[in-house]
């Protein structure tokens, strides 16, 4: 395995795009939070936000670079006719598939973490302008929360599994643009899916399905009972949905030609 985690690291830094986008993750997400942060007003005590779910927006949109960061890395041979060489040095096709799929997924966690330790940084200084102080009941964001520590932490799973849902549909899939096009659709569109269906009990078992509102609901932090999936229920819903899909790309790797 060290061989092929090797040869995957050279292939990543060795091309320029790999890196930008794991750049454009970090940004994307402090950004994404720090715009909610400075969006959201709580005028009086009791306003009913979630302060940690505000801080924490930017993933949603970051996660959109993660697909596309292993999209790039796992399609980048199918498009130049790369992977023939890839195969024949390492034939192993599930270690070589594990290798690349791990190095994404420790990549997108050090990506991901930089991203929500910047987001609370900002929400932690823009907040308190917007009405969310102790005195409304909002102390300030910290990691020493419990809530708060597993909303972060579970935010930074939820992208890592991110990259392995995404690397398991461009294995199978081998096109860029239709992985993409896959991947993106399944993570922002499932939810919009949901929302257009009128009846409820319909509509609550597609926001359960989503990997996004199911994965997500890790970063609630207020109103728990009312959530239709626990924190951590919500997360192994997005883990079966990556597990599914790299379980399928795997299986297609190691039935046909490259």
Request: with cysteine.
């Amino acid at each position: 395995m060290r061989r092929e985690l090797h040869a995957e690291w050279t292939k990543l830094r060795t091309v320029t795009g790999p890196g930008w986008l794991l750049l454009g993750i970090v940004v994307l997400t402090v950004a994404g939070g720090a715009a909610a942060s400075g969006a959201m007003t709580c005028p009086s005590a009791g306003c009913g936000q979630d302060a940690t779910r505000i801080a924490l927006f930017g993933v949603q949109l970051g996660q959109g670079l993660v697909a596309l960061l292993a999209v790039v890395a796992v399609c980048g041979e199918y498009s130049t006719g790369m992977i023939r060489t890839s195969l024949t040095a390492m034939p192993r096709r599930m270690s070589a598939l594990a290798a690349r799929t791990g190095l994404l997924a420790g990549l997108t966690l050090a990506a991901g973490t930089l991203g929500v330790l910047g987001s609370l940084l900002a929400a932690r200084l823009l907040l308190p302008g917007n009405g969310f102080t102790p005195e409304h009941g909002y102390p300030p964001l910290s990691l020493s929360d419990g809530p708060t520590l597993r909303a972060a932490a579970g935010s930074v799973l939820y992208l890592a599994l991110i990259a392995v849902l995404s690397a398991g549909v461009a294995t199978a899939v081998r096109d860029s643009a239709v992985s993409a096009g896959a991947v993106l659709g399944l993570i922002y569109l499932f939810p919009m899916l949901a929302l257009l269906i009128q009846d409820e009990d319909v509509q609550l078992v597609l926001w359960r399905l989503s990997p996004m509102n199911a994965g997500l609901a890790v970063q609630a932090t207020t109103s728990l009972s009312a959530m239709p999936i626990g924190a951590w229920a919500g997360l192994g819903v997005a883990a079966a949905w990556a597990a599914a899909a790299l379980a399928c790309g795997g299986w297609l790797l190691s039935i046909r030609d490259a």
